[in-house]
């Protein structure tokens, strides 16, 4: 992570002297701490001693937090800021808003005011809501003061990325159409339409929803060629890509993960959020194996760092540019670990929805944050029209009833441009006797016999280096001592009641022996693990006398 190098520079500079990391959720807090020793920056989960203040030894330089635990830490937050120059990095930074009923953003203007630098970070950086975000700057409009926008210090993009070379992948939208019926049942008749077809915002809705059914073939058929374009890329070189599905619902996720199995005949991993921590377990087994496919609703679509993820299928009915762009950010991260393989081009299979459509050739443009002051009733007809991308009632409160879906892939959208398949078709025809372009994406041969002039370069096979294996992090390495410190008390007991040692009773025991280690050498409750590591060498001592039959352990062992 690049604002890790930040931190990294700062602390080796010394224009700090902590590092705090605030994210959304619990998931990427653990890969945060994961992540940040790569870099040699120990970082901790945020904990509270018996003073309520933050409770932290020197074995780490910093912590990671979430966005709700802020809010329930302010005070103690705001002390540990004012006290260590301190660098905090927000991640997904536009999860807050500045309105003082977005508790979020109120709680981290309170608690992160003393911080010397703040680091911003957001793929997507702008609120649906309109809502300003903390600490980012706004500059107004000359021509519209009703205007404001958004000055980042640096900006990224996609297109920057593609340019720089090796950083991200191009991206190839698999657009699928069909026919697709359903039934109103206030009205009591049937629906037929296409994603050609010009309907009103509800029927708009039952369309994708029909469309993304799990139970139907139309999912089914787009499922299938996901697959077969997975084990295509797998063919070709990436060893170990892997695919993802966002569903509308855990119930849809779980049938997708049920067809996949009996497409592949591999279970692949569900992550959605009944599971509770589990599921971050989960795409973690997900990104450091080698499954194919991995089914979540929205658990993958935002900061997950997953590389090998080469295919993707959108089978939601969120229809946000916010969400669109975070999902479609999963699958284009290049990994270095293939930089043999002559393409590393990303395959996303989307509906025809004409919302999704737009999204989907926008993906490349750059997005400038307006802020804009709208009157009520504007602001109630955004929030409706929002409202239409998620589960939608008639207005006189009539349900309706998915009758059947079925369709096929019917475009290729890459590069702002739209390939019907015969075009792509009569493309690969065209080259398929030229050497080295055989592999390449049927949209990238028919790109270049619009444009004219493309060359190919021949396939090389890549290798599979797995990465070299780090040391767990300080936060692990602790978890790990203290339970071997237990282990070890316990052993030492049982071993004293053999040799007729005689020790307090029950849990005083162990209470006994722990004291014992304290005024022997001064111990601590903020035990750093170096500490840990001097009391289990003094256990092994403790526990290698007392095999030995000498009682005289007992004169340490009392106060």
């Given at each position: 992570?690049?604002?890790?190098?930040?931190?990294?520079?700062?602390?080796?500079?010394?224009?700090?002297?902590?590092?705090?990391?605030?994210?959304?959720?619990?998931?990427?807090?653990?890969?945060?701490?994961?992540?940040?020793?790569?870099?040699?920056?120990?970082?901790?989960?945020?904990?509270?001693?018996?003073?309520?203040?933050?409770?932290?030894?020197?074995?780490?330089?910093?912590?990671?937090?979430?966005?709700?635990?802020?809010?329930?830490?302010?005070?103690?937050?705001?002390?540990?800021?004012?006290?260590?120059?301190?660098?905090?990095?927000?991640?997904?930074?536009?999860?807050?808003?500045?309105?003082?009923?977005?508790?979020?953003?109120?709680?981290?203007?309170?608690?992160?005011?003393?911080?010397?630098?703040?680091?911003?970070?957001?793929?997507?950086?702008?609120?649906?809501?309109?809502?300003?975000?903390?600490?980012?700057?706004?500059?107004?409009?000359?021509?519209?003061?009703?205007?404001?926008?958004?000055?980042?210090?640096?900006?990224?993009?996609?297109?920057?990325?593609?340019?720089?070379?090796?950083?991200?992948?191009?991206?190839?939208?698999?657009?699928?159409?069909?026919?697709?019926?359903?039934?109103?049942?206030?009205?009591?008749?049937?629906?037929?339409?296409?994603?050609?077809?010009?309907?009103?915002?509800?029927?708009?809705?039952?369309?994708?929803?029909?469309?993304?059914?799990?139970?139907?073939?139309?999912?089914?058929?787009?499922?299938?060629?996901?697959?077969?374009?997975?084990?295509?890329?797998?063919?070709?070189?990436?060893?170990?890509?892997?695919?993802?599905?966002?569903?509308?619902?855990?119930?849809?996720?779980?049938?997708?993960?049920?067809?996949?199995?009996?497409?592949?005949?591999?279970?692949?991993?569900?992550?959605?959020?009944?599971?509770?921590?589990?599921?971050?377990?989960?795409?973690?087994?997900?990104?450091?194996?080698?499954?194919?496919?991995?089914?979540?609703?929205?658990?993958?679509?935002?900061?997950?760092?997953?590389?090998?993820?080469?295919?993707?299928?959108?089978?939601?009915?969120?229809?946000?540019?916010?969400?669109?762009?975070?999902?479609?950010g999963r699958v284009i991260r290049w990994d270095s670990q293939w930089n043999d393989l002559y393409d590393q081009t990303a395959y996303f299979y989307i509906p025809e929805d004409p919302t999704l459509l737009r999204l989907a050739k926008a993906i490349k443009e750059e997005l400038d944050h307006f802020i804009e002051e709208r009157e009520e009733a504007e602001r109630k007809d955004k929030s409706t029209e929002a409202g239409a991308t998620q589960p939608m009632q008639t207005a006189m409160g009539g349900e309706y009833e998915v009758l059947y879906s079925d369709g096929d892939e019917k475009h290729h959208h890459t590069s702002g441009e739209t390939f019907p398949m015969d075009e792509m078709e009569a493309a690969r025809r065209r080259f398929q006797n030229i050497p080295g372009f055989e592999k390449m994406p049927g949209a990238t041969l028919a790109l270049a016999l619009r444009e004219l002039g493309l060359t190919g370069q021949p396939q090389t096979t890549a290798v599979f280096t797995p990465d070299v294996i780090q040391p767990p992090p300080a936060f692990v390495q602790k978890k790990t001592l203290q339970?071997?410190?237990?282990?070890?008390?316990?052993?030492?007991?049982?071993?004293?009641?053999?040799?007729?040692?005689?020790?307090?009773?029950?849990?005083?025991?162990?209470?006994?022996?722990?004291?014992?280690?304290?005024?022997?050498?001064?111990?601590?409750?903020?035990?750093?693990?170096?500490?840990?590591?001097?009391?289990?060498?003094?256990?092994?001592?403790?526990?290698?006398?007392?095999?030995?039959?000498?009682?005289?352990?007992?004169?340490?062992?009392?106060?």
């Amino acid at each position: 992570m690049a604002s890790l190098s930040v931190a990294h520079s700062l602390l080796r500079s010394g224009t700090v002297q902590r590092v705090v990391v605030v994210c959304p959720s619990d998931h990427l807090r653990t890969q945060w701490l994961f992540e940040a020793p790569k870099v040699g920056i120990p970082l901790d989960k945020k904990t509270l001693g018996h003073s309520g203040a933050i409770a932290q030894t020197s074995d780490y330089v910093g912590l990671v937090t979430t966005y709700a635990e802020v809010l329930y830490n302010i005070e103690p937050l705001r002390v540990y800021t004012s006290r260590y120059k301190t660098l905090v990095i927000f991640d997904e930074i536009h999860h807050c808003g500045e309105h003082e009923t977005l508790q979020w953003g109120v709680a981290i203007n309170d608690a992160f005011g003393p911080a010397v630098r703040r680091l911003l970070l957001s793929g997507t950086p702008f609120r649906s809501d309109n809502n300003k975000i903390p600490f980012v700057k706004y500059k107004q409009d000359p021509a519209n003061p009703k205007v404001s926008r958004s000055e980042a210090d640096h900006s990224y993009g996609y297109g920057d990325a593609l340019r720089d070379g090796e950083v991200v992948r191009h991206i190839i939208f698999s657009g699928w159409d069909g026919e697709f019926a359903w039934s109103d049942s206030f009205w009591g008749e049937e629906r037929k339409a296409s994603f050609q077809s010009i309907l009103n915002r509800i029927d708009s809705s039952r369309r994708l929803k029909t469309a993304i059914d799990a139970d139907e073939s139309f999912m089914q058929n787009m499922l299938t060629s996901a697959v077969e374009k997975l084990e295509e890329v797998r063919r070709d070189g990436h060893k170990n890509a892997g695919g993802l599905v966002l569903a509308e619902s855990q119930d849809a996720a779980k049938k997708i993960a049920k067809y996949l199995e009996e497409l592949t005949g591999e279970k692949p991993i569900l992550a959605v959020s009944d599971m509770g921590d589990a599921a971050s377990e989960e795409i973690k087994k997900f990104r450091d194996g080698t499954q194919k496919w991995i089914v979540a609703v929205k658990m993958v679509s935002e900061g997950v760092d997953i590389k090998r993820l080469r295919v993707g299928v959108y089978a939601t009915n969120v229809k946000t540019d916010t969400f669109f762009r975070q999902v479609i950010g999963r699958v284009i991260r290049w990994d270095s670990q293939w930089n043999d393989l002559y393409d590393q081009t990303a395959y996303f299979y989307i509906p025809e929805d004409p919302t999704l459509l737009r999204l989907a050739k926008a993906i490349k443009e750059e997005l400038d944050h307006f802020i804009e002051e709208r009157e009520e009733a504007e602001r109630k007809d955004k929030s409706t029209e929002a409202g239409a991308t998620q589960p939608m009632q008639t207005a006189m409160g009539g349900e309706y009833e998915v009758l059947y879906s079925d369709g096929d892939e019917k475009h290729h959208h890459t590069s702002g441009e739209t390939f019907p398949m015969d075009e792509m078709e009569a493309a690969r025809r065209r080259f398929q006797n030229i050497p080295g372009f055989e592999k390449m994406p049927g949209a990238t041969l028919a790109l270049a016999l619009r444009e004219l002039g493309l060359t190919g370069q021949p396939q090389t096979t890549a290798v599979f280096t797995p990465d070299v294996i780090q040391p767990p992090p300080a936060f692990v390495q602790k978890k790990t001592l203290q339970q071997t410190v237990n282990k070890k008390v316990g052993t030492l007991v049982f071993l004293c009641k053999e040799k007729g040692i005689v020790l307090p009773a029950g849990s005083k025991a162990f209470q006994a022996i722990h004291s014992a280690w304290g005024r022997a050498r001064n111990y601590s409750s903020e035990s750093t693990n170096s500490d840990l590591d001097d009391k289990l060498n003094w256990l092994d001592d403790l526990i290698k006398r007392v095999i030995k039959g000498d009682k005289s352990v007992i004169s340490e062992l009392r106060p």
